[in-house]
């Protein structure tokens, strides 16, 4: 098992048994995401935003438009903090105080460098197959027009961590809460609703492979999807 | 209809017909989140992290430990930006150039203050309560030692912008792209799970009215929950 070294900017210090340590579960929490929160510090004063990213081994990748003087900033290198978060589930405790949430919650620190010629190209299409498995081969290849407009960053996972929770409501034999109050775990999951085509799209056009295996991105795995 | 002033830091500039000045679209956005991406400066540096909130008029509410060094940080006064984004699509076009998300992203600009007495206990009842309906009156009182433990906060929406996309994949009769690739949305929901009771709930405590109301929260109506 790899595990993700610890700095002393990304350790854990309250409640520190959250912190989740092995790679493959870094991994696997990056890969079920699709939008990243960036932060960076503009004037002094701290800015995030939404971003669509990928993941190839231990690199992110976020794209954005050359048009965004935000990215262009996010783009010359400046230190950014970038958090992917799931919400899995509300936990209901018998206080307000030990409510609290199932999540799983990655930060990554750094900076990003911009990428050209055929790693640009890759982590692009890195970046529509995390999104989107399957649609790269599907769709036309990108213009020279359309790459020129796309600012796409490498950041790598250098110092990165991760934090978890995972169980259900706190509770003790010995805690003296009144047991008439129902303590328990509501689970959130996220699914697919039923594709809707373009207009232009003709009807005898089947959906694709790339729309089945979103779905099955988003919830996790191949079953309940219906088209 | 009560809009949002548009401020020069709030000015969206990159594909401005995405900014939504209603603010009626603002709570509603706010209020169908969970957890907001915060980000603050620590020592120069961006960082950015997942916090729990509610909100009541125009004040969104921020909930943190005492022993959370950041949350102190934050508690402290200094500006920090506040980030509650929903992904509600995955647009299909047939370019990877015009590929995108459906979403809504709301941003505030500020800081935030300390709440004490009797506006610090209405605001974690508002968090409670925006998180999960109904909760607050099922739970027992809070403890003086819980509410000493806890940091809530109260930050403006004095400064605030909301961005959204939400319509079908980008297409044009004349755009010469080919119409054998399917293009549409895929629209993602979030939905709530089965429950799960805690292993000291006895098994004659039924579940509660607040466990189904933050499954209609998760869905956005009352429709589809089957317990």
Not at 67 to 96: K, Q
Not at 125 to 139: K, N, S
Not at 148 to 155: G, N
Request: aromatic share 6%.
């Amino acid at each position: 098992m790899s595990t993700i070294p610890i700095t002393d900017r990304t350790r854990i210090r309250r409640l520190p048994e959250r912190q989740q340590t092995d790679r493959d579960q870094l991994y696997a929490a990056l890969d079920d995401g699709f939008v990243a929160h960036v932060a960076v510090v503009r004037d002094g004063y701290p800015v995030v935003l939404p971003v669509g990213y990928g993941r190839a081994g231990d690199d992110l990748y976020l794209h954005g438009s050359t048009g965004s003087g935000i990215f262009r900033e996010i783009a010359d290198g400046r230190p950014i903090a970038v958090c992917i978060t799931h919400l899995d589930g509300l936990v209901f405790a018998r206080s307000a105080f030990d409510s609290s949430m199932n999540y799983r919650s990655v930060m990554v620190l750094g900076h990003a460098t911009v990428l050209d010629g055929e790693e640009k190209e890759a982590a692009l299409e890195a970046i529509v197959e995390h999104l989107i498995p399957g649609r790269w081969a599907e769709v036309r290849p990108t213009s020279k027009r359309e790459l020129a407009a796309t600012l796409v960053l490498r950041m790598p996972l250098a110092e990165a961590s991760m934090k978890v929770r995972a169980k259900g409501a706190s509770e003790e034999e010995d805690d003296g809460e009144d047991r008439s109050v129902w303590a328990g775990v509501l689970p959130i999951l996220r699914v697919a609703g039923e594709p809707e085509a373009s207009d232009l799209t003709p009807a005898e056009v089947a959906v694709p492979a790339s729309v089945r295996q979103a779905a099955a991105k988003l919830e996790g795995a191949f079953a309940g999807s219906t088209f």
